[in-house]
C-alpha cells in the first residue's frame, strides 16, 4: 500500500511565509477547495490519504512536506529553518509513529526543511540555503547512510527551497526552470523545462505524474518524454511558493 500524508490548511493560510516573492491576496476558500481537488487525485491514483490533523496556530501547516523527510521505513523529523514553523512537526512525528516508522530527527543547531530534499533511489540531493543548513544535512547524512543513501549537497540561493527549483521524473531525470536553479551540473540527467512550475512533479507510479495547471508547455514536454500528466490547480498555493510536491509526504515500499 501506498501512502500519502496531507495536512488540511489553516483558515490563517493567507498570513504565510513569503521570502522571494511579493505578497499577494490568497483566497483561503479557494485554496481550500483547491487542497480538496489535490487529495482526490492522489486517492484516484490509488494512494491512501493520511490527513495529519490541522494546527490553526500556524499558517504554513498545509505545506505538510516540510516537516518530515520519509526514506524507507525511517522518519526524519525536520527542524524547520523558519521559528515559526518549528511547531508543525509535533503532530507529524505522532502520525508517522502511528504509521510504524522508525523515528529521527534532526537535532540544534541544525534545520532542514522538506522542501529541500530531493530523492532519487539511494541518492537523497539536499539544498543549502536559507531554510536548510549544513549542520541538518550532515545529521539527514548520518541517519540515512545506513540504508545505503548517499547524501549530495546543492547550492540553492535563487529560490526557497531546491525542490521550488527542480523535481524528478519517474526515471530519475531531474526537471528544472533555468532561471531557479543554482547549479545542474550536479544532477546526471538535467532536462530544461519551459514554465517555472513545470519543473514541480510528484510522481504518482513509475509511469504518472502530477503537475499544476499553469504549466501546459511543460506538460506537453513531459507527456512527449511517455509519462501521463494530471493536472491541478494550485494557484493559490504559488502565492506562498508553494508547488505540487509541498501538499504531501509520499510513503512507498512499505
Known amino acids: 500500500m501506498t501512502l500519502a500524508l496531507v495536512r ?40 491512501e490519504v493520511v490527513e495529519v490533523p490541522s494546527l490553526e496556530s500556524a499558517p504554513d501547516c498545509v505545506f505538510i512536506e516540510d516537516t518530515v523527510v520519509m526514506h524507507r521505513d525511517v522518519a526524519v523529523i525536520t527542524r524547520p529553518g523558519s521559528d515559526v514553523r518549528k511547531p508543525e512537526t509535533a503532530a507529524v512525528e505522532d502520525t508517522v509513529r502511528g504509521l510504524g516508522c522508525r523515528i529521527e530527527r534532526i537535532e540544534a543547531p ?41 547524501v549530495v549537497t546543492v547550492p540553492v540561493e535563487k529560490v526557497l527551497h531546491l525542490k521550488s527549483a527542480v523535481t524528478a521524473l519517474p526515471d530519475g531525470t ?28 510528484v510522481v ?38 508553494g508547488c505540487v510536491t509541498c501538499l504531501s509526504v509520499r510513503l512507498r515500499d512499505r
Open 110 to 150: 541544525g534545520t532542514l526543511d522538506g522542501g529541500d530534499v530531493l530523492k532519487i533511489g539511494d541518492t537523497i540531493y539536499v539544498g543549502r540555503g536559507g531554510r536548510t543548513n549544513q549542520d541538518g544535512i550532515d545529521q539527514l547524512a548520518a541517519i540515512l547512510a545506513p540504508l545505503g543513501a548517499t
Open 204 to 241: 504518482l507510479d513509475d509511469r504518472t505524474v502530477l503537475m499544476a495547471a499553469d504549466a501546459p508547455r511543460s506538460a506537453d514536454l513531459v507527456r512527449s518524454l511517455g509519462c501521463e500528466v494530471i493536472c491541478v490547480d494550485i494557484s493559490e498555493y504559488a502565492k506562498l511558493e
Open 8 to 47: 488540511r490548511p489553516s483558515m490563517r493560510l493567507a498570513e504565510g511565509l513569503v521570502t522571494h516573492i511579493e505578497r499577494q491576496p490568497v483566497d483561503v476558500g479557494v485554496a481550500l477547495a483547491q487542497w480538496e481537488d489535490y487529495v482526490a487525485c492522489l486517492r484516484a491514483r490509488g494512494w
Open 174 to 201: 531531474v526537471i528544472g526552470w533555468d532561471p531557479a536553479v543554482d547549479d545542474a551540473s550536479v544532477f546526471p540527467a538535467y532536462l530544461s523545462m519551459p514554465e517555472e512550475s513545470g519543473a514541480h512533479v
